[in-house]
Every structure is written in structure tokens, then in C-alpha cells.
């Protein structure tokens, strides 16, 4: 079965998570045609000292 995982900056809302969850499993369902049961969708959210650009930190930019 399908393992997605998103990773993201974090502060998005458990209802905006709840809602992409919702549509991206209805998606799997449809194009893979596998059960709901079996679509696990993983959120990692980063933080601003977790990622960067550049060369930079992005909790490190002023």
C-alpha cells in the first residue's frame, strides 16, 4: 500500500491537514484503486532552523 510522505513548513492547521489527507487518499483510492484503509500520508513539518537556501539557514536570515 501506498506511504506518502510531505514534508512542509510547518504552521499549517490540523483542518488544512485533515483536508489534504482527505483529498490525497481520495486520489490514491481512484488512480490505484486500493482500499482508503491502506493510503498512510505522513506529515513532517519543518521549522526555520530545519531548512535553507543558499547556503543559509533559514531562522538565520534577516
Given at each position: 500500500m501506498p506511504v506518502i510522505t510531505i514534508q512542509q513548513i510547518?504552521?499549517?492547521t490540523q483542518q488544512q491537514k485533515?483536508?489534504?489527507m482527505k483529498k490525497?487518499?481520495?486520489a490514491f483510492v481512484d488512480v490505484y484503486q486500493v482500499p482508503a484503509e491502506g493510503v498512510m500520508i505522513?506529515?513532517?513539518d519543518l521549522q526555520d532552523e530545519d531548512w535553507?537556501?543558499?547556503g543559509v539557514l533559514h531562522s538565520e536570515k534577516s
Open positions: 510547518a504552521g499549517r485533515s483536508e489534504v490525497i487518499t481520495e505522513i506529515f513532517q535553507g537556501r543558499n
